[in-house]
């Protein structure tokens, strides 16, 4: 079961940026795509990079820490699909971003 929680403002993430937050004890990486705003898990699968602090070119990611590469709408390495970075399902609701989360935390 998820729920869903606020974890920005709109405002705060602007069009061609990548934000970083914690929420309900997961790192969240946070994208806007032209006005598109999608969230993956923040922990890049090479060696932990936090990928909401990555650049952003165009719909994909690159890790701050190697310079691997992401499509955040679908959390696929372009080269090899078969590393894949979980998604969550985003809504916006009255300026601020929601992320839906699994009710229970991380063990
Ligand atoms: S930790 Fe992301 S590319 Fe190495």
């Not at 705060?12 to 705003?37: K, M, Q, R, Y």
């Not at 898990?41 to 990079?49: E, K, S, V, Y």
């Amino acid at each position: 079961m998820n729920k869903l929680v606020p974890v920005a403002k709109l405002a705060d993430l602007e069009p061609g940026s990548c934000l970083s937050v914690e929420v309900g004890g997961l790192g969240v990486a946070l994208f806007n795509v032209d006005g598109n705003i999608y969230a993956l898990d923040n922990t890049c699968p090479h060696a932990g990079g936090p990928l909401g602090e990555g650049t952003l070119h165009g719909d994909v990611v690159e890790c701050p820490w190697h310079g691997w590469r992401f499509n955040v709408r679908t959390g696929e390495k372009p080269q090899n699909p078969d590393f894949k970075v979980s998604g969550y399902p985003v809504e916006i609701k009255e300026g601020l971003i929601h992320v839906s989360i699994p009710a229970e935390p991380p063990p």
